[in-house]
């Protein structure tokens, strides 16, 4: 299934540039795509690509300087509902946020997927659970963590593109230093069932006003896709 939203060819083609983790429940937006995991009505993970001239600080059209939604993720992930979200509320993932945006002005672009994680407690009797939160009379099951998968894509001569990874607790007591929080990407699938693209192979190819979707590089998750395209995207760069 795939819904979108104000979105053309050319964001779909730029978001999906590195393959997507997983194809089920798509939601394309013209700055986000989005799984939505209909087994606990919330998000799956969430697509972005942050560039160079991302700016976090906006005037509005009242002329009047307004921070925005800290990111997308923030405020899909958490279907807002922000008590769910706690890791959202603390300065590590703001923290996170920073560094994603000093990643984009270094380099050029950050692709990122972001998600929940749901791992469930043991008590002292050794049973274990997962935690619930009512909502408008809904239980929503509560994520114990959050991920973010980072694609650093340099467009700097001679500096290669490269991947990070980072798991944060969702608790009010989360905290330390960014590094403390690094994971590995196999840690993430284990935990997610989700599939990255390691390789960093792109997906999408552009030849002039033509794209292509590379099968070879996403197996087994689209057929292979060519047209022309009207117009290819001026900010992106291979």
């Not at 795939?2 to 798509?26: C, Q, R």
């Not at 937006?29 to 998000?43: E, F, G, L, R, W």
């Not at 993720?73 to 300065?91: E, P, W």
């Not at 230093?177 to 690094?182: A, E, I, N, Q």
Request: hydrophobic fraction near 35%; glycine fraction near 6%.
């Amino acid at each position: 299934m795939l819904k979108t939203d104000s979105a053309t060819t050319t964001d779909l083609l730029d978001l999906i540039k590195y393959g997507l983790p997983s194809m089920e429940n798509l939601y394309v937006h013209k700055d986000y795509i989005v799984s939505q995991d209909m087994c606990t009505n919330a998000p799956r993970w969430i697509c972005e690509h942050f560039r160079g001239d991302y700016q976090k600080i906006v005037s509005d059209d009242g002329g009047y300087t307004a921070l925005n939604l800290r990111y997308n993720d923030v405020y899909v992930l958490s279907c807002g509902a922000t008590k769910i979200c706690k890791a959202f509320k603390r300065r590590i993932w703001n923290d996170l946020e920073k560094y994603v945006s000093t990643k984009a002005k270094e380099f050029g672009s950050v692709y990122t997927y972001t998600g929940p994680i749901y791992t469930p407690s043991c008590h002292e009797n050794g049973k274990w659970s997962m935690k619930y939160e009512v909502l408008d009379w809904i239980p929503m099951p509560v994520p114990s963590h959050y991920f973010k998968v980072l694609i650093v894509e340099s467009h700097i001569p001679g500096l290669y593109s490269f991947m990070e990874s980072y798991i944060i607790e969702n608790s009010r007591l989360v905290g330390g230093k960014l590094s403390d929080h690094r994971a590995r990407i196999d840690e993430i699938e284990r935990f997610t069932g989700l599939q990255f693209n390691k390789v960093l192979r792109p997906v999408v190819q552009f030849d002039k006003n033509v794209f292509s979707v590379d099968t070879g590089a996403w197996p087994g998750r689209i057929k292979e896709i060519s047209e022309p395209l009207g117009t290819q995207p001026s900010d992106i760069k291979y």
